[in-house]
């Protein structure tokens, strides 16, 4: 998967290319308007992430640029937190998904992993990974063709784990991922370790690898072993 | 000082009318004394005339009996007594017919003629002042009366067109409001004064609309600007985390990751309550809110199950509050994770809405500070708790926003936090209607 990152702060669009480039994605990085539109003329890019204030201009532009264009690609926007308006303005504009500042790098390529499913792979929803396997359409999980009871919020939770397999994943990043704008209300992150534990559980008992292992003073990390 | 208040042109109105009645009443004087006067001037010199002119005729021979009559008496005086110069006497007289002294106003003279000295005397009767004065305070009256109802019906048409600009301005600022970002736009009129008010509005409110816009911008500049270097921190620290690091490190990137984290939600709270501030979520509609609330507490039901809270809510249906919806659900989740996060293991949380206001409650500890403080921003009843400080500060701020009253009490191991939403529905429903009608003029 190609992708564009259009992100005027230097060290930011490092930190997506790096970790973009880490899950084997092809990157480019613009950082201004104009830059973004010259490459968008020139190179096809399945994905484009995409920063809403830039130097030269507003990030929105550029999807009025897209469109008119008839350029064919995903657009993940990268708005200020709280400034709704950009949000539904954006999506109103045909972006796919929007991520806030300061946004957790595997949240955002967790969203970008979404949005390629949704609209690259139409016609293969499932998620295959080593004996599990996750029909995004259906929601069915299965670990060596069992079916696997879940729950929304384990579902979501094993997704995200498989997405960000190898990843060192922090309490606060899975709380963010599965309870949204309410982990305010938290305190601790007991609530991940039970998720994590009943999760880890099923698996297993379905016959399944213990995949998920701890990182000390961290969070988790979804170990798989590339063959 | 509170009186009652009165319509401008009622006050004009009553204004005028008092200065009608010292004009009347300084102008009946005036006309009193000028009619008496004269009567009495014209009367006399008739009266003189009169005496004069018998005198004459007696000069020339006329027999005395001739000349008497209702107004001339003629007497003869002793020859040797003094003449009496003509002169007018104004004196009372008693008047058998009509049972009460009349005025009568005397012309005397004595004239030697012919040898003899004649009395002569023409007097008349005239209006006495009382009677003048009765005469002019009645028809005074009639002006007055006639002046009531002619300007009190005729101010009021007037005014309404004279005031009609004036009118047009109040419906005008009653709609304008600074989110909205476009400042006034009056029509001109003819009324200096009017002229000047509508210009010094547009004026006004260019300039609130422009430091408005400017606020705005500082805020989301300064929120994206503390958001941006964020969001790279937090990216390097989770980049690091993925490289291999000893557990020593691993415990201060956490740490360093749990600050960014407060400083996020810091940012962001602030940032709300800046835009609170801003009056920038005003609301255009009522809501549901048992519905906003039914959802929230759904949303939080799996949290409230793992931290083993026992929740009882009793909502009443279709409760509808004047306020933003985006508001709406701030107001309820802070109030609600409020509710959970400051509570007690096995501790319990209760919620009542009502028409009229909604009622959280929860167990906790004593507080250690007074409850009301707790609104205030970075107020913590537990200062080491992981929380920004600031949930019932923008809980506060939504309230005052909204008209609506807010209050904290505990007593007995129980947190009650209620919210009274704004009684006038009335007052909403006007204030709606009025929107309405302003939007439909535009």
Known sequence: ?227 | MKGIRLKLIDQFTLWFFAITVVVLIAGGIIVFMSVQNEIIREDSRRLKDTVHLVATRLQQGAPVDQQQGYMVRIQELAHTAPLIPLQVVDTLFWFPSHEHYERQLMAVASYKIRGKHYHIAASNLVAEPDEIAEGIAKSLSWIFILLLVLVGILSRLLSRKLLAPFHETLIAIRGFSLSGQTPLHLKDTQIREFEQLNRFLEAMTQKAVIDYQSLKEFTENASHELQTPLAVIRGKLELLMDSPITDQQALLVQAALDSIEKLSKTNEALTLLTRLDNREYQATESIDISRHLSNGIFRLQELFELKGLHLDYELADNVRVWLHPVLADILLNNLLSNAMRHNIPDGKVTIILTEASLLIQNTGLHPQIATEQLFQRFKKSNPSQNSTGLGLAIVKQICDLNSFRVSYQYSQGWHRIEVVFRKDKSGQRKANLERKKVLNEE
């Not at chain 1, 949240?107 to 690259?120: D, M, P, T």
């Not at chain 1, 599965?178 to 601790?188: C, I, K, R």
Request: proline share 3%.
């Open chain 1, 1 to 227: 998967m190609k992708v564009l990152i259009i992100e005027d702060n230097q060290e930011l669009s490092r930190n997506i290319y790096q970790y973009l480039q880490g899950e084997g994605y092809i990157c480019e990085v613009s950082y201004s308007v104009q830059e973004a539109e010259d490459k968008l003329l020139c190179f096809p890019y399945d994905c484009i992430v995409l920063d809403v204030m830039l130097p030269d201009g507003n990030g929105l532009d550029l999807l009025h640029f897209i469109k008119s264009e008839e350029i064919d690609t995903s657009v993940l926007i990268i708005s200020a937190r709280n400034a709704l308006d950009d949000k539904i303005l954006g999506l109103d504009l045909g972006a796919d998904d929007y991520v806030t500042k300061p946004f957790h790098l595997p949240e955002l390529y967790a969203r970008l992993k979404a949005i390629y499913r949704r609209k690259i792979l139409r016609g293969d929803p499932v998620i295959i990974c080593n004996e599990i396997s996750i029909n995004t359409n259906t929601l069915e999980v299965s670990v060596q063709e069992h079916p696997l009871d879940l729950t929304r919020k384990e579902y979501d939770l094993l997704l995200y784990f498989i997405t960000n397999k190898n990843r060192v994943l922090t309490r606060q990043t899975i709380a963010e991922h599965l309870w949204g704008d309410y982990t305010e209300s938290l305190a601790n992150f007991d609530f991940v370790y039970q998720h994590v534990k009943n999760l880890r559980k099923k698996i297993t008992t379905a016959g399944g690898n213990d995949y998920i292992g701890t990182v000390y003073g961290l969070g988790y990390k979804f170990n798989v072993v590339s063959s």
